[in-house]
């Protein structure tokens, strides 16, 4: 029986007899059909385990060795592989072993990693071999290694003598690693013996043995370590996180911090997924604070303290979701604190304050949803349940709330179960007219004081009325019943049970004047121009509420018009290679305010001599014609006092070089008037500065001044940061070499 491998012989010489002789040719071998067992294999070759996969040989000539079953390629070879290929001026390749050795510009890609050498000898099956005079580049961490003799041994572990390792391109690199041998995995760790770490070929460090990160993807192994010092508050503070992954489905970080005026505090956060609908986070953190506390900490606080010292400190945190289907799940966000002044004592470092950066609650651990600082003054605790049909939604809701402004919570208002019903607008039989309510359970309780049973329904029936284009009408009517049931608990006090019922009515009418700007510009196609105005009539009447309780939201008596005027500039901007036209919002203006009727018609009273029916006009606009610039604002004018009520804006300027200015001012009047600026200027391809400061105008207080210089190489940066606030001043220094993190950090303070 003839093997399919003399058959390709044969073909292969007929092929060279021909008028291809001398020219560029190709040749494929199916390998997998030779290790399938199509042909008759040698004896000796029957028990050998060779891995299946084609292999295609590219090269000038090629010729076949029938006794050593051997392929010998000549002039820009090319053996692809399963995952790669492997260039060179000449390879000889073993069918049976898949044992290729390479001379003369010899070229490996594997998975995106490159290998070169002079010499090589590789099982391209198996991924292993020998190169000699060698030199290995790692794409996923743009990593390079150099050595006299590099061994793989196997898919990405490699063993090199006499390396050198750096993630910088060119001949003299600005950091590297070198040692007497090298072992590497990627994706994992490098071992270094008698190793130097070297600047500009300049040894600077010497270490017999040291480890470095190859990592890609997650890893156990301790994290950066955090050095600071606080004058103040925490003295020198050092936290050397250890990570733990624990599996594919669960890993784990442990805090180990220590403060030396306030002793040694012991965090770990567990994050697990145990599978796509269940998934959550747990945290929690023990201390016992050593700290004496002085008197001026003692005036600053909102209440008083009632302990000096060895005070047992902690904080725990759990967050957890479980999806029972796309429109049902259970979700908890539990966090507790053992007193009102844990975050005024950690507010420059806290567990919570380092994780509610870019906040998502719609991603898998979505972070924390607040920062931890001295601004709180409560905490809330919440979990619900929620499911969802498609014209109901059911959300069973409990929260627990503590007061940082008290010494207990017996008095702060609990909220456990609150369960809502939701009907959504639907069709009655057909008609145009529309249904839809609202009704809640909630059980409110406090230790001390009064708490009780509260139940709403709130049906309502909308009816839409389409004018042609030109007016669009929605009249609404609705019904509301309020009962509740009261009693006071901690004590002697009467209870009662009442309700409470009345009506509204609404009616609102808008419509849209607009009209297409053709620009025909290179960027900019059209714009449109766009101005709605609106009316809007609300009556409730009045009803008697003398015997509300505290929990029972009051219901007041309404009799005003709402009126608003809408702005809007939206440009088509062209992309063209025919793609799609895109659109932006670049200009959005909204004026509104309420006239009341109820107030119009007020007898004059020696207190409210006056009446002013006329309320603030609200204003709210934003320009966004590029990219490039941002500029929103947001304010209430008293048109009755003439004066600013509240008046927010925010500025973001950036452009192509990196260049960025952002800049907000809020202010409400007499509570609060503060302006936070941003300043990021590029100098050079590799320099940026940063300057950034906080100011509470109110106060005429600085709350933070902080200026930073970046300077970033191909393959390495660093950053010095230098903050000063009224009870700290810190500096930092942070390094970075790419593709190995953040390798070094050091900061400190001042009293």
């Known amino acids: 029986m003839i093997s399919l491998m003399h058959f390709a012989v044969i073909t292969m010489r007929f092929f060279r007899k021909g008028s291809l002789v001398g020219r560029r040719w190709v040749f494929i071998i199916a390998v997998i059909a030779v290790c399938s067992g199509v042909f008759i294999p040698h004896a000796g070759a029957r028990d050998m385990e060779v891995p299946k996969g084609p292999i295609d040989i590219i090269a000038d000539s090629i010729s076949y060795d029938e006794e050593t079953e051997t392929y010998r390629a000549e002039g820009d070879v090319v053996i692809a592989f399963s995952g790669g290929n492997l260039r060179a001026d000449h390879v000889t390749l073993h069918s049976l072993t898949k044992v290729a050795v390479a001379r003369g510009n010899v070229s490996i890609t594997s998975n995106g990693d490159i290998v070169e050498g002079d010499y090589v000898r590789f099982n391209v099956a198996l991924k292993t071999g020998t190169i000699r005079e060698g030199r290995i580049f790692f794409s996923q961490n743009h990593l390079y290694i150099t050595g006299r003799d590099i061994r793989k041994k196997g898919e990405r572990e490699y063993a090199i003598t006499d390396a050198q390792a750096t993630t910088c391109d060119g001949d003299?690199?600005?950091?590297?690693?070198?040692?007497?041998?090298?072992?590497?995995?990627?994706?994992?760790?490098?071992?270094v013996t008698h190793g130097t770490f070297q600047v500009k070929n300049i040894p600077v460090l010497y270490a017999p043995y040291f480890i470095f990160p190859a990592k890609t993807t997650r890893q156990t192994g301790f994290l950066?370590?955090?050095?600071?010092?606080?004058?103040?508050?925490?003295?020198?503070?050092?936290?050397?996180p250890f990570y733990w992954a624990i599996s594919e489905h669960a890993d784990?970080?442990?805090?180990?911090?220590?403060?030396?005026?306030?002793?040694?505090?012991?965090?770990?956060?567990?994050?697990?997924?145990?599978?796509?609908?269940?998934?959550?986070?747990?945290?929690?953190?023990?201390?016992?604070?050593?700290?004496?506390?002085?008197?001026?900490?003692?005036?600053?606080?909102?209440?008083?303290?009632?302990?000096?010292?060895?005070?047992?400190?902690?904080?725990?945190?759990?967050?957890?979701?479980?999806?029972?289907?796309?429109?049902?799940?259970?979700r908890t966000d539990i966090k507790k604190v053992s007193d009102p002044w844990y975050f005024r004592d950690f507010e420059s470092h806290n567990y919570y304050r380092d994780h509610s950066e870019d906040y998502d609650a719609n991603t898998l651990f979505g972070r924390v949803s607040f920062a931890g600082d001295m601004a709180m003054d409560s905490l809330k605790s919440t979990a619900r349940f929620v499911k969802k049909w498609a014209l109901y939604n059911l959300t069973v809701f409990g929260r627990y709330t503590d007061d940082f402004r008290s010494y207990s919570n017996d008095q702060t208002l609990q909220t456990y179960p609150s369960i809502s019903l939701t009907g959504v607008q639907q069709p009655i039989f057909g008609a145009p007219l529309t249904i839809a309510f609202d009704s809640s359970y909630i059980y409110y309780y406090r230790t001390v004081g009064y708490g009780g049973h509260v139940g709403d329904v709130h049906p309502m029936v909308t009816l839409p009325v389409h004018l042609d284009s030109y007016l669009d009408l929605v009249l609404t009517a609705?019904?509301?019943?309020?009962?509740?049931?009261?009693?006071?608990?901690?004590?002697?006090?009467?209870?009662?049970?009442?309700?409470?019922?009345?009506y509204h009515a609404d009616v609102s009418a808008s419509t849209e004047i607009h009209r297409i700007f053709a620009v025909n510009g290179d960027v900019v196609e059209k714009i449109r121009h766009a101005i709605i105005p609106e009316v809007a009539y609300r009556y409730v009447p009045s009803v008697a509420q003398d015997d509300l309780p505290d929990f029972v939201p009051a219901e007041g008596e309404e009799n005003l018009i709402e009126y608003s005027i809408?702005?809007?500039?939206?440009s088509r901007y062209a992309t063209g290679d025919d793609a799609r036209s895109y659109y932006r919002e670049i200009f959005f203006l909204k004026l509104s305010q309420a006239y009341d009727i109820k107030e119009s018609r007020r007898d004059a009273t020696v207190v409210e001599p006056e009446r002013r029916p006329f309320g603030p006009v609200e204003i709210e606009t934003r320009l966004d014609p590029c990219?490039?610039?941002?500029?929103?604002?947001?304010?209430?004018?008293?048109v009755n006092s003439g004066e600013w009520k509240k008046t927010n804006y925010d500025m973001a300027l950036r452009d192509i070089r990196g260049d960025s200015l952002s800049a907000e001012y809020r202010y409400t009047q007499d509570d609060i008037e503060e302006f936070n600026l941003d300043?990021?200027?590029?100098?050079?391809?590799?320099?940026?500065?940063?300057?950034?400061?906080?100011?509470?105008?109110?106060?005429?207080?600085?709350?933070?001044?902080?200026?930073?210089v970046d300077?970033?190489?191909?393959?390495?940066?660093?950053?010095?940061?230098?903050?000063?606030s009224p009870d700290d001043r810190r500096y930092m220094a942070v390094f970075y070499l790419y593709g190995l993190g953040k390798v070094g950090e050091a900061s400190g303070g001042f009293d």
């Open 172 to 191: 003299v690199p600005d950091w590297r690693f070198t040692g007497k041998e090298l072992n590497v995995t990627i994706d994992g760790y490098g071992t």
């Open 224 to 240: 950066i370590p955090r050095i600071g010092h606080s004058g103040d508050k925490l003295g020198t503070d050092i936290e050397i």
């Open 252 to 330: 784990a970080t442990f805090y180990q911090r220590y403060m030396s005026k306030r002793g040694f505090q012991e965090g770990a956060e567990l994050r697990y997924f145990m599978s796509d609908h269940s998934f959550g986070t747990i945290y929690g953190d023990f201390l016992n604070d050593t700290k004496d506390i002085g008197s001026e900490e003692h005036e600053a606080d909102q209440i008083a303290r009632d302990w000096r010292e060895n005070y047992t400190r902690w904080t725990y945190y759990i967050n957890h979701e479980t999806r029972f289907g796309p429109r049902c799940y259970v």
């Open 478 to 502: 609705g019904a509301r019943e309020t009962m509740w049931d009261s009693a006071y608990h901690g004590g002697q006090a009467p209870g009662s049970d009442s309700s409470r019922s009345l």
């Open 566 to 570: 809408t702005n809007t500039l939206t």
């Open 627 to 638: 990219s490039y610039v941002t500029v929103s604002g947001d304010m209430n004018f008293d």
């Open 679 to 708: 300043l990021t200027a590029v100098i050079t391809d590799a320099v940026s500065v940063s300057y950034t400061v906080s100011k509470n105008i109110l106060d005429d207080d600085v709350v933070e001044v902080m200026y930073s």
């Open 711 to 724: 300077y970033k190489s191909q393959c390495w940066s660093m950053e010095l940061i230098y903050a000063d």
